[in-house]
């Protein structure tokens, strides 16, 4: 029996099949201001953060968030892991501990068998475990396409709570991730890719960002966010919008995963990082071809993006390489200038 690929079912992969930045704008457009009807929602939308927070009147809040897509590689298992691992990078992302999760799974029940499924949900519950949290429920529909993700419920001490809006100008950037997993994946689902080529991208996915708890002890740790479908630029330029700041980015310091310039000469570019430059562009400064498909690169489950006051590198650099993530700074943080970003 031919063994099932999950890409060749659904038109989009992973978070590259997110809404674009430009149309997520219109749709969440509202004049209803939450915070004011709601002033325990300490974390709202409204900073196009990672995940919710509400203050439980202890110290603590909650956290709440959703993330899911369609695959975004062939085996089920690795699907399922990857989408789950990707959906409770939120909770890491603002400095939470993850306290539980329920699915949420969209099937095509007359394409593809109910076994498929089950191996897809078996991959999100293994993520949970590794996080130590529960896989407690969920909801499933019959859908054209496969879909599966999480949502996560977590915990934070209200004075370790990062949020992607705090950022000040003279701060080191850092990424925990390399780039790249959206050239990687595109290639594969193109047939292009080399044999071998997608396992370190799978185990980049299948990596959870547990970091992002520890680091948010920190108190020079100002901002933190997950690079995923929005590219490197996206969500840095939303990091700068919402803090009233620039950044410059040595591109020759961003890590990248091994072959990504090889596939990219290959035009393995997602529809989805096209999507971003279309978006922002027009808020970085000029950018090569090269560094424009690179920075824009639609990220599944990518790594966190830190930025830390320079009185506080040597700490993280400590936290960091104790985990086993051996970091350089990709960039600065600076007064606003005329663009969001300069890349160098």
């Not at 407690?136 to 209200?158: C, K, R, Y």
């Not at 780039?179 to 890719?193: E, N, V």
Request: aromatic content about 6%; glycine content about 10%; proline content about 4%.
């Amino acid at each position: 029996m031919e063994k099932i690929k999950l890409t060749e079912y659904s038109h989009g992969a992973g978070c590259g099949c997110k809404i674009s930045p430009a149309v997520l704008e219109t749709i969440l457009k509202t004049t209803q201001e939450t915070s004011k009807i709601y002033p325990k929602l300490l974390v709202g939308n409204s900073s196009k953060d990672d995940a919710a927070a509400f203050d439980l009147g202890n110290g603590t809040s909650v956290l709440s968030t959703t993330d899911f897509f369609m695959p975004i590689v062939d085996d089920p298992f690795t699907f399922g892991k990857i989408a789950a691992t990707n959906a409770i990078s939120d909770i890491y992302a603002m400095g939470g501990k993850p306290l539980m999760a329920i699915s949420i799974l969209g099937w095509p029940v007359n394409v593809l068998a109910p076994e498929i499924a089950r191996e897809v949900i078996e991959g999100g519950r293994t993520a949970c475990s590794e996080a130590g949290i529960p896989l407690a429920g969920g909801h499933s529909i019959d859908s054209p396409e496969p879909i599966f993700g999480l949502a996560v419920t977590g915990i934070v001490d209200n004075k370790r709570l990062k949020q992607n809006n705090k950022a000040v100008p003279d701060c080191e950037i850092f990424l925990t991730k390399p780039l790249g997993i959206g050239i990687i994946t595109t290639a594969q689902k193109r047939k292009k890719i080399e044999p071998g080529h997608i396992d370190v991208a799978i185990d980049a996915m299948s990596t959870l960002n547990k970091i992002g708890n520890d680091l948010s002890a920190l108190e020079s740790v100002v901002a933190l966010t997950d690079v995923t479908g929005f590219g490197l630029l996206g969500h840095l330029g939303e990091v700068c919008e919402g803090s009233g700041i620039s950044a410059i980015i040595q591109y020759d310091k961003v890590p990248l995963l091994p072959n990504t310039k090889k596939y990219l000469e290959m035009d393995c570019i997602s529809g989805g990082t096209k999507n971003n430059f279309k978006s922002y562009g027009h808020t970085i400064e000029e950018m090569t071809e090269e560094q424009t498909y690179i920075l824009c690169d639609a990220q599944t489950s990518g790594g966190l993006l830190v930025i830390v006051k320079k009185e506080g590198v040597s700490e993280l650099l400590e936290i960091t390489s104790a985990a086993g993530l051996q970091l350089q700074s990709i960039g600065q943080t600076c007064e606003r200038f005329e663009k969001l970003i300069r890349i160098i």
